[in-house]
């Protein structure tokens, strides 16, 4: 675990993760050297395997590392083969995140009165009994006024009250490398053209160890 958390620590320099464009190789070595150790330890694959699982928006949500002390976190996304359009959200973090593997759409929105009408959410996890909660809230109007494609070597960041949602590729499995930094708010915002319940709680399923290395190991292919 000493090795893992080293890297971590330079993974987090900017000068082993780094925000240009032309760091691709260095940046694949770096998250590669960390996805081995992680795979090297049975203690590690335990614990993601305990705060990882199947995510509303249709992709696998592995949680790699929290960090306790300083609230920033470290997860790995796979979304399979074939069209997926995720709900219109913001998160509680600003975040960092590394295309590794396919392509998406990010679609971006804000809240406008002469947009479209939609349902709005409040949602909330708890990450250790994996347990989360979507409170119906209200109606807003949104509307979409960005599209941004990434691609495979693509980094991109992300502010935390940024709308947005995923449309993933059919072509091909998509997977990204996410940093994400402490929580500036309890909850984030999601937006539904639909309604069913006013309150949804879910109890999520953790991933399997073997799911977790299956993922690991697409993502070194």
Not at 23 to 35: D, Q
Not at 52 to 76: A, C, M, Q, T
Not at 126 to 153: A, C
């Amino acid at each position: 675990m000493n090795e893992i958390n080293d890297i971590i620590n330079e993974m987090l320099k900017e000068n082993y993760f780094p925000r240009s464009q032309s760091n691709e190789k260095v940046r694949e070595k770096v998250i590669f050297e960390y996805l081995n150790l992680i795979l090297s330890s049975d203690q590690a694959l335990r614990q993601i395997s305990d705060r990882s699982y199947e995510h509303e928006n249709g992709f696998k949500k592995i949680v790699l590392y929290i960090d306790k002390k300083l609230g920033y976190k470290i997860r790995l996304h796979i979304w399979p083969k074939g069209f997926i359009q995720s709900d219109i959200h913001n998160h509680a973090w600003s975040f960092v995140s590394y295309v590794l593997k396919g392509a998406f759409f990010n679609q971006i929105y804000n809240i406008n009165s002469q947009g479209k009408p939609y349902f709005r959410f409040e949602y909330s996890v708890d990450n250790f009994s994996l347990e989360s909660e979507l409170k119906y809230i209200g109606v807003d109007s949104l509307e979409k006024v960005e599209s941004n494609f990434y691609k495979k070597g693509d980094l991109y960041t992300q502010d935390c009250n940024l709308l947005h949602k995923v449309e993933i590729s059919k072509n091909a499995p998509t997977a990204t490398f996410l940093i994400h930094e402490k929580p500036k708010f309890l909850t984030s915002k999601v937006f539904r053209p639909i309604i069913n319940e006013k309150i949804i709680e879910k109890k999520h399923k953790p991933l399997k160890i073997e799911t977790i290395i299956e993922c690991i190991n697409f993502v070194k292919s």
